[in-house]
Structures are given as structure tokens and as C-alpha cells.
């Protein structure tokens, strides 16, 4: 054989990363009956970014006689999971891949031996059988019997890549939104801009402080007058065109559901609770006019651990682009539970109040909730927050066996699911304000300093607080916006009217009738 070994082909468009490259290269330089071995990123798995190299080089060209998964710490300084496998040239009988994870054993090399001695048993399947026929994803772990199933459902929108490959028939229409050209000179949080304004100037904005699942505040607003003319102009006179920065305007505004474009806590998907402008870091998933499902059916699907499991499947770790998370698969059994699970978790993550940046603020907890003292308070709500985190883990636990039931997942499936789903614990988002596992009277302290100082210059409404703090309320109506007052000045000065402390001691009159006892913990 006289290949010239220094003559290499031009890197094809499905070798998206060197070592796939390099594997392939490997192939073509196999005897027919060789074998090549390697320790890559198992990111050629599942990995959407990676289906033509799956659909267009491995399976039509290969044999895949061994894989298995390394998880993460097996290449020096690297962050990803790795495997090891083995391919050769295919060849008129195809061998069937035999397929072990051991990334999550305790001693890996154990694990290694148990499998070559017999000890534990290989997943056996061939590359066509386990391939996911949307992704060309290796599901080998996965049991036939679910990897069938996948082909029934239809996919949230599956479009792939940024060609948008495909025809888009999904159930939702997944967008990514609008990039403004400068932030500073369009977008402003909702509480800086004048009641009259939303709507018509200033519109709700997906630019996202924080993401929750759920129940995710929309606290900005954006500048998009006649349809955004201004922003288009400032793209156009950078000598950049419009539509690479504003995209799905058909969209603006919509109802939906939002998720993070990144983010190390799974998909996160929030209610939208009224029509806005999807960001790019904040992606929306629209529903059509005709949806059979409602937002909050989306939203509670989205969350669960069939959705963030698979999503944890074929993606990179903590990217979410539409084309990701539109490969999803639609279970419409679940749709009704979905909807009635999302709102139980409103009304259960609504016990803690927005922040003061929402536009669904009332009253901070320490005076929503108000015990005799600040300290009784914080006692009363530590106990209050654990007890509703406790229910809010009860539901989605309850609500992805429905799920799992739906699709008939053994075991093993969703033992698979929960390994790859990467959503955060719930005690890391409720209460999304305060830190259960720190004292909580020095939290609650600043909130009510914070609190009374903004209403002694009138920015708040002495009323108690009502459903209008809920985080989602009304859909065809923003909530009630902060007053401001006029000319208020305050000075340190004690025995003026206006002397700070003075005035503070007068707004916690309004709310308890002990108002020294609570300056005196607050260290007066």
C-alpha cells in the first residue's frame, strides 16, 4: 500500500472538533481488518453539534465494536466526560457495539475489570438500533423499548443548526431574539420607566437578572418605538445589518415560555406572565395560535426531568439554543398535570416575595410575613421557606414520575434521565432572596432598611401586600407600579423633621406597633 501518509484531506464541515477529525483520518488509514482504539470527548455521542459526523461518517462507514463512557478526570486539565472505544472499517457483517458507562463508579479501573471478567454485563445493540432517528444520538443506555418511543412524539421544533435545516413542525416555535446595539441606551429596568410608557414606547424585556424555574422575574423593559426603528437605525449606520441582531421579530411581544441561552442549572424554563421581547440571553418558546397546550402546560414540560434529561443528552453542558432544546419530544398526555403542576408551583414559590427590581413587588418578607420582632420573623419564615421547599420537591418529584409513567421509562431510563439532567436542587432558587443555610435576621434586617428607606422618599404604597405580589398574575395587565414622591429630602440631622432616622421611625409606626423594639434590633 503506497498512501502518502503526510497527505491529508481537507477537514470536512462534520468534524466540528480536531479529534473527530483525527479519528477519521485514523479510519482511512485502518487495514481492512484493523482496528483503531481512542480516548476522545464523548462529546460525538449525543451531541447535536455532531450529527452529521454521526450520521454522515459513523454509522454509513464504521463499526463501533466497544464503547465505553469515562466521565470526567480522565485527560489532563480537561472538563469534559471522555470515553474510550474502538472503531474499524465496516465491513458485510456488522458486529454489534459493546456499550458500559463507568463515569460515575467509585474506583473506575474496578469497573474496567468486573466488565472484562464477566463479572457485569455489557449493553449490547448496533449502531443503526441505537441511534435516535432526529439526532443520530447513541442512546445505548437507553432500553429499545424507549429509544422506539422517541420516534412516536413530536419534537418541540426541530430545526437544526443555525440553517434551520428541516421543515419547522413542532408544537412550539422556539426563538432567540433580539440583541440590542447598546444596553445602556434601550433597555431599563421596569421600575425606572413611567406606568403610561409600557406598552407603547417601553416594552417587557426577556434580559434576564436571574433565572428561577417557573416563575423567572421579568424586571427589564426595551426601548422599541415603531417597531424598534431606532435600535434598526444605529445597526444599519454601524454598517451592520438588522436582521443578524433581531431575530423572530414575529414575536415581539408573545406569551410563552423563557429559558437561558447558558446556564449551569439545566434549562430553567419561566412562565412569561405577559406579552415581551425575547433576549438573547433570555430564549423564548412561543406558542401557536392553535396550541392544544397551554404556557403553563410548556412550562411545567419543560421542567421536567424528561425534558431537562435528554436536553443533558444531546447538547453541550449548559447550552440551550433553540435548535437544542427544540429536539425535545412532546409527551401531550402530560399536558393537563403539566398545566395544574406549574401552577401549584407558582402558588407555592409566590410565598417568597419578588425582589424590589420586580414589577410584582409589594412588601418585602420581613413585613409581609411580620412577627412581634425581626428575630421572631426570621424564625417563623426559616420554618415557613423549608416547609414550602420541601412541598415544591414533593411536586416536581411527583410530576416527573407522571411523566416517566407517560412514556413507559424502566428504571435504568430514567436512572439515565436524572444523571444527565443538570437542574439545580430547589433549595437553590427557593427562596430565591435569602440564604436558609446563613442566619437569616441580618438578611431580613437589610431588607427592611432597604424597604423603609424607599418609602420614606414615597417610592412605595402603604398597602398590605395582596395578589398583585404573586410573581405571575393577570396576563393582559403589567401589576402595580411604585410611586414616587416629589421633593422628598431627607437629612442627618436628629431633631429635624426630615432627620433620617426620625423618618424611618415613622414608616415602621405604619407597620408594627412596636416600632422602637424594631429599631432598637436594628441597631437604631
Not at 440553517?163 to 441606551?185: A, I, K, M, T, W
Not at 444531546?314 to 425535545?328: C, D, N
Request: charged letters at 25%; a negative charge; glycine letters at 8%.
Amino acid at each position: 500500500d503506497h498512501r502518502d501518509l503526510h497527505s491529508f484531506p481537507t477537514r470536512r464541515s462534520s468534524d466540528l472538533d480536531l479529534y473527530s477529525a483525527f479519528v477519521a483520518r485514523g479510519l482511512e488509514l485502518l487495514h481492512p481488518d484493523g482496528r483503531l482504539g481512542a480516548i476522545t470527548p464523548r462529546s460525538f455521542i449525543y451531541q447535536l453539534d455532531f450529527i452529521d459526523h454521526r450520521r454522515d461518517w459513523l454509522i454509513p462507514n464504521a463499526q463501533l465494536p466497544l464503547l465505553v463512557e469515562l466521565g470526567f478526570g480522565e485527560l489532563d486539565e480537561a472538563s469534559n466526560r471522555t470515553a474510550a472505544y474502538v472503531v474499524g472499517r465496516k465491513s458485510d457483517t456488522i458486529p454489534p457495539t459493546l456499550y458500559a458507562n463507568v463515569g460515575s463508579a467509585p474506583d473506575k479501573r474496578e469497573a474496567l475489570l468486573a466488565l472484562t471478567r464477566g463479572d457485569e454485563p455489557w449493553t449490547v445493540a448496533t449502531l443503526t438500533d441505537a441511534a435516535d432517528p432526529y439526532t443520530s444520538a447513541l442512546l445505548f443506555r437507553m432500553t429499545p423499548a424507549l429509544r422506539a418511543k422517541l420516534a412516536e412524539f413530536r419534537r418541540l421544533d426541530p430545526v437544526l443548526g443555525k440553517s434551520h435545516r428541516g421543515s419547522r413542525n413542532g408544537v412550539v416555535q422556539l426563538v432567540n431574539g433580539l440583541q440590542c446595539p447598546e444596553d445602556f441606551r434601550y433597555v431599563r429596568l421596569q421600575v425606572e420607566v413611567r406606568p403610561s410608557d409600557i406598552g407603547n414606547r417601553w416594552v417587557p424585556f426577556l434580559k434576564p437578572i436571574g433565572f428561577t424555574p417557573y416563575v423567572g422575574e421579568v424586571a427589564c423593559v426595551v426601548n422599541w418605538t415603531e417597531g424598534g426603528v431606532e435600535q434598526k437605525a444605529a445597526f444599519i449606520g454601524a454598517g451592520v445589518s438588522p436582521s443578524k441582531y433581531v431575530s423572530g421579530e414575529g414575536f415581539y411581544p408573545a406569551l410563552g415560555v423563557w429559558f437561558p441561552d447558558v446556564s449551569e442549572r439545566g434549562i430553567g424554563a419561566s412562565l412569561i406572565p405577559y406579552p415581551a421581547i425575547p433576549g438573547r440571553k433570555g430564549l423564548l418558546a412561543a406558542l401557536p395560535e392553535a396550541a392544544p397546550f397551554s404556557a403553563e402546560a410548556l412550562t411545567g414540560f419543560m421542567n421536567s426531568i424528561w425534558a431537562e434529561g435528554l436536553l443533558g443528552l444531546i447538547t453541550p453542558e449548559r447550552h440551550h439554543k433553540p435548535s437544542y432544546v427544540g429536539q425535545i419530544p412532546w409527551i401531550p398526555a402530560v399536558a393537563s398535570l403539566a398545566e395544574s403542576h406549574t401552577r401549584r408551583i407558582v402558588d407555592l414559590a409566590s410565598r417568597e416575595a419578588p425582589t424590589e427590581l420586580s414589577p410584582f413587588f409589594g412588601l418585602p418578607d420581613v413585613v409581609r410575613y411580620r412577627r412581634s420582632t425581626i428575630a421572631e420573623t426570621a424564625d417563623w419564615l426559616q420554618r415557613y421557606w423549608r416547609a414550602t421547599s420541601g412541598e415544591i420537591s414533593d411536586q416536581i418529584a411527583g410530576f416527573d414520575d407522571v411523566v416517566l409513567s407517560a412514556v413507559s421509562a424502566s428504571d435504568n431510563d430514567a436512572a439515565l434521565l436524572r444523571e444527565m439532567s443538570q437542574r439545580g436542587p430547589v433549595e437553590s432558587w427557593f427562596p430565591s432572596e435569602h440564604d436558609l443555610n446563613v442566619p437569616l435576621v441580618p438578611q431580613l434586617a437589610a431588607d427592611l432598611v432597604s424597604f423603609a428607606i424607599g418609602r420614606c422618599f414615597g417610592r412605595y404604597e402603604t398597602v398590605e401586600a395582596r395578589e398583585s405580589t404573586l410573581r405571575v398574575q393577570k396576563r393582559d395587565s403589567m401589576p402595580i407600579h411604585p410611586l414616587t414622591t416629589e421633593g422628598t429630602c431627607l437629612v442627618d440631622d436628629a431633631g429635624h423633621a426630615s432627620d433620617t432616622f426620625a423618618a424611618v421611625a415613622r414608616t415602621l409606626a405604619e407597620d408594627w406597633s412596636n416600632g422602637d423594639a424594631i429599631l432598637d434590633e436594628l441597631g437604631r
